[in-house]
Structures are given as structure tokens and as C-alpha cells.
């Protein structure tokens, strides 16, 4: 498996609180994304990195920030938690840049759940 | 991205082959075909891809029509870890990299 490490595996948090979910990877890809997976919707792209301190939104942004300071770690916020969000997280790395050719490696994923 | 129809669900003996349907006529020139599974409550895991030609690996084999708007993704002899998700995607690799939403996927039953 490639090394990626997502922390916590498990959360219950209470609605309206901050949450940081945290990626971690050794094997100095330029790309981290954050994925949410839910039931009927398969992997929605919540975020995306192509390098340190460069990031953009994907299809699912809303409520939801990201930082990444150094190549290894990639961190999610949900600011201000909703019953919507209740879901699992997946992180992902890949090499790709414009035009390569290249696979993405997912963590193992993150159960978030809000009350 | 191009989109990518799947069947919702197939079923396949153990010891046979599975073999894993997946249109997409819209498909660009410069586009991928990525194969990619889950297995329950884990991380999608990465199978195969091609362009143009057919790929095999230690995994699975790949099949791309010569038009290149469907692709069957051939499990050759299924085992009952083989029971999964599997996702097919189209995608050309962009300036963002990955970014690609995954459908709904084919959920493959092995049955013993």
C-alpha cells in the first residue's frame, strides 16, 4: 500500500463544533485531494493540492477548508460541523501533473459522524 | 472528463471470469480509461488503465474497443476477495491532476 495515513479513522463530533481531518503521506507526491463518500453519490471531490500552499476547490467545496504547509500533510476543516457532513472521508495522492498519465492511492478513509 | 456508464450489479462464480462492462462514447483522445475497485469500508484501490491498447497486469487484463467508447475489464479467475465495487473512470490528466469524480460503479458479487 502506498503510505498514506489518515488520522483519525473514527470521529463523533457535535454539530456547530470545528473538525480538522489530517492526511498523511511518504511518498512525496505533488497531489492530495480529499474525497467524501456517500451512499448514491460514490467519491465527490471536496478539495484538491497541487503543491505547498497551492490548493483549489472541487465539486463539493462548501463548508469545508484546507491547508497544506509541507509536502506530507494535507489537513480538511469543516468549520462549523452539520449533520451533513456526516460521512467518509477519503484521502488521495497521485504524481499526475497536465497531461500525465498516472494513478491516484487512496487512504484508508475517515468516519466522520455529527450529531 | 467523459462520463462512464456501468451496470448497477453482476454476479460471478468463483474460478471463472469476471468480466466488467463499461460505455463511454464520449470519450476524448487524450482521455484514459482507469479501472479502480473498493472493497467494503476500505480506500478504492488502483487496478489498471490504457489508452488505446489492451493491458493486462498481475491484477486484471483490459480490453479497450478499437473505436474506444466501451472498455470490459476481465477478472480471470475470480476469488471471493475479488467482491467489490468497481469503478471505471475517464479522465486526462489535467493541470489539477486527479480530478475526477467516481459514478456509482459495478458491485460484483463472487459466489462460491
Known amino acids: 500500500d502506498a503510505g498514506i495515513t489518515q488520522s483519525p479513522r473514527h470521529k463523533v463530533t457535535e454539530t456547530g463544533t470545528p473538525v480538522t481531518l489530517r492526511c498523511h503521506q511518504t511518498?512525496?507526491?505533488?497531489?492530495m485531494y480529499w474525497y467524501r463518500q456517500d451512499p448514491g453519490h460514490g467519491l465527490r471531490l471536496i478539495h484538491y493540492?497541487?503543491?505547498?500552499?497551492?490548493?483549489d476547490k472541487g465539486e463539493v467545496s462548501d463548508g469545508y477548508s484546507v491547508s497544506r504547509s509541507k509536502t506530507e500533510d494535507f489537513l480538511l476543516t469543516l468549520e462549523s460541523a452539520t449533520s451533513s457532513q456526516t460521512s467518509v472521508y477519503f484521502c488521495?495522492?497521485?504524481?499526475?501533473?497536465?497531461?500525465?498519465?498516472?494513478?491516484?492511492?487512496f487512504g484508508q478513509g475517515t468516519r466522520l459522524t455529527v450529531v | 472528463d467523459a462520463k462512464t456508464t456501468q451496470p448497477t450489479s453482476m454476479d460471478c462464480a468463483e474460478g471463472r471470469a469476471a468480466n466488467l462492462p463499461c460505455n463511454h462514447s464520449t470519450i476524448s483522445g487524450n482521455e484514459y480509461v482507469y479501472w479502480y475497485r473498493q472493497i467494503h469500508s476500505q480506500g478504492p484501490q488502483y487496478i489498471i488503465h490504457g489508452l488505446k491498447n489492451n493491458e493486462t497486469n498481475e491484477m486484471a487484463s483490459l480490453i479497450i474497443t478499437e473505436d474506444r467508447k466501451s472498455s470490459t475489464l476481465i477478472l480471470p479467475h475470480a476469488t471471493l476477495r475479488d467482491t467489490a465495487v468497481y469503478y471505471c473512470?475517464?479522465?486526462?490528466?489535467?493541470?489539477?491532476?486527479?480530478?475526477?469524480?467516481f459514478g456509482a460503479g459495478t458491485r460484483l458479487f463472487v459466489k462460491a
Open positions: 511518498e512525496n507526491h505533488r497531489y
Open positions: 493540492s497541487y503543491g505547498v500552499k497551492d490548493t
Open positions: 488521495a495522492i497521485s504524481e499526475a501533473g497536465l497531461g500525465e498519465n498516472t494513478e491516484a492511492f
Open positions: 473512470i475517464v479522465r486526462v490528466g489535467l493541470g489539477g491532476g486527479f480530478k475526477t469524480i
